[in-house]
């Protein structure tokens, strides 16, 4: 892809269920989404990833009168003279398993948390950190054994300021090397090392013969000073290259003279930048609910972007969702009267045969329900693994919330989609709530490379679906008692006024693109996010295709007990987000 202004682009994104390509054209000089199609991903015995990539494109020249490919089904580039072509393609792809990563070092505090801190990376798991601090610097014999019984793709070894003792990396690199020379070579890891530069020979010469030692900067030179960047480049280096080992992946990637992306990577990219453009001090939550699990992506303006993913998702993730066995697990969500067994019938269908479209009210019921169960149980595995990342913040706590994944955007409607979200994370405070309709945030990652003009243009005419902005008091009250007044002018004229009553959900009306001044007077037991429980104010707030939407059923979210009172309340909530 030459770089420089283009007419037209191409944005391919390919996930486990669906594949979705998306034609950027320029309209009267500024670039916009012309028009979008979605295909089911193919697999090696349909012909490969590039086929449905090329059905997905082909839906698209029909949409858009223009032929994007020659007969021999390649990309025609540059754009020519009567507007067939591109002048660039981004592909991105969701296929790819995380890199799984484990971290060494001699102390917690130092390297190690450095080395963490490096490693948080939207396409790195990072499995296990051992550290060697401890009654005579020993290994943990349990800590030892599963290095080598799940061995990583990529062991990281740290430690040590630069200049300081050699013979501590040594011993360490002895022990894991001889215990690494046991297994088969394709078993042994990747190994890098980011620790003491005086160590990187000796540390080097313990692994001869077992395996290569990658060197780069000490991520901590000094207890002073921080370097990340030398083990982030490796570790993007590792992953892309066992990136491009992938047949069906390579192809992808060359097909069109695109380098691939990965998804989270590309779409935590683009989170940034929204961080950044809005002014998002708190960030931005990224939600992504696939077929094989979901994954959550929490990006700040500074900082790594956290990433957690799980395997309980609505197609071949639903098995492990099955394994949990809650028997209260799905059901619990669901309007109509169906039994657990009988719920695990259906979805066991929609594991083998994801991607399809809901026939029946029950069927839509259960599919939003495992959606929130889902999601919930992400998230609440997010949750706890970023504890020690939040630096004085509440763990997830962001400005705006962003989701993405068929669940959401083919909901029936804007109101579902939303509910499904407070459900299943059951955010607090003030939160804009979006959706990334057309599944284009991460490709305009890779758009921005290209044309940053393009990309900034497409994204704020044409890539989310904004929802309005959410109001949720943290605490619990009686239901029916007052949980909070508010008061919603526009332009210095009043709009709306309303006492929201607790264990509801109630919506004022500000459209796209309005804004609003909110006033808030919550209960005492209540904490809308200015403090403190009781403490009122004046906000300001964005509209949306829902406005603004007063989650007053409280938090923790509680269902009721009883089977009838339970169905009951979740029928109101559905009807309360549909009104305005």
């Not at 223009?66 to 540059?78: F, K, N, S, T, Y």
């Not at 060494?104 to 051992?130: H, I, K, M, N, W």
């Not at 800590?143 to 740290?158: C, F, G, N, T, W």
């Amino acid at each position: 892809m030459v770089e420089g202004k283009g007419e037209a682009y191409l944005l391919i994104d390919v996930g486990h269920v669906l594949t979705h390509a998306a034609y950027i054209a320029r309209v009267e000089g500024t670039a916009r989404l012309a028009a979008v199609a979605e295909v089911t991903t193919t697999t090696a015995a349909e012909g490969g990833l590039l086929d449905g990539v090329r059905r997905a494109t082909a839906n698209l020249e029909l949409l858009v009168g223009r032929q994007i490919l020659d007969r021999a089904g390649e990309v025609r580039q540059p754009r020519d003279g009567d507007g067939h072509g591109v002048d660039g393609v981004v592909v991105t792809a969701s296929l790819a398993p995380l890199l799984r990563v484990a971290l060494v070092g001699l102390t917690c505090d130092f390297s190690l948390a450095s080395a963490v801190r490096a490693a948080t990376l939207p396409y790195v798991s990072l499995e296990r950190t051992v550290s060697l601090e401890g009654p005579g610097d020993a290994w943990d014999a349990e800590d030892l054994e599963a290095l080598v019984q799940e061995p990583p793709e990529v062991l990281v070894i740290v430690g040590g300021a630069d200049g300081g003792p050699v013979a501590p990396i040594r011993e360490m690199g002895e022990t894991l090397s001889t215990a690494y020379s046991l297994l088969a070579a394709s078993q042994r890891p990747a190994v890098v090392f980011a620790g003491n530069e005086r160590a990187c020979r000796p540390l080097e010469a313990t692994f001869a013969g077992v395996v290569e030692v990658s060197a780069v900067a000490n991520v901590r030179p000094s207890p002073e000073k921080e370097n990340l960047g030398g083990l982030q480049g490796e570790l993007a280096h590792l992953f892309y290259k066992r990136l491009g080992r992938s047949e069906g992946l390579r192809q992808l990637g060359t097909w069109a003279g695109s380098a691939l992306r990965h998804d989270l990577d590309a779409l935590a990219r683009t989170l940034r930048f929204v961080a950044c453009r809005h002014g998002l001090a708190r960030g931005v939550l990224g939600v992504d609910a696939g077929g094989n699990g979901c994954r959550v992506l929490w990006v700040r303006p500074r900082g790594p972007a956290l990433n957690w993913a799980a395997p309980f998702g609505l197609g071949s993730g639903l098995g492990a969702l099955r394994q949990r066995r809650d028997p209260t697990a799905v059901v619990r969500w669901m309007c109509h009267p169906i039994s657990w067994a009988e719920a695990w019938d259906r979805l066991s269908n929609i594991e083998v045969r994801p991607g399809g479209v809901p026939e029946t009210e029950e069927d839509w019921d259960l599919q939003q329900a495992a959606l929130r169960e889902a999601l919930g149980a992400t998230w609440q595995g997010a949750v706890r693994a970023w504890a020690g990342y939040a630096e004085g913040q509440a763990v997830g706590e962001a400005d705006m919330i962003v989701a993405r994944g068929t669940s959401f955007t083919h909901a029936r409607t804007p109101g579902q989609a939303a509910l499904m979200l407070l459900d299943a994370l059951q955010p607090t405070g003030l939160v804009r709530l979006a959706l990334d309709w057309a599944n284009l945030l991460p490709g305009l990652s890779g758009l921005a490379e290209r044309d940053a003009q393009a990309a900034v243009q497409v994204y704020d005419n044409d890539a989310l679906l904004e929802l309005g902005t959410l109001v949720a008091p943290r605490g619990v009250l009686r239901p029916g008692s007052r949980a909070l007044r508010v008061r919603l002018t526009v332009a210095g004229e009043e709009r709306a006024e309303l006492d929201v009553p607790a264990g509801s959900i109630r919506r004022l009306p500000l459209g796209v693109n309005e804004r609003g001044r909110l006033e808030l007077y919550p209960a005492r037991g209540l904490d809308v996010g200015l403090g403190r429980r009781g403490r009122g104010g004046v906000v300001e707030v964005r509209g949306g295709a829902l406005g603004i939407i007063i989650d007053a059923r409280g938090r923790p979210l509680g269902l009721p007990k009883d089977e009838e009172a339970r169905r009951a309340a979740l029928e109101a909530w559905q009807r309360e987000i549909e009104q305005a």
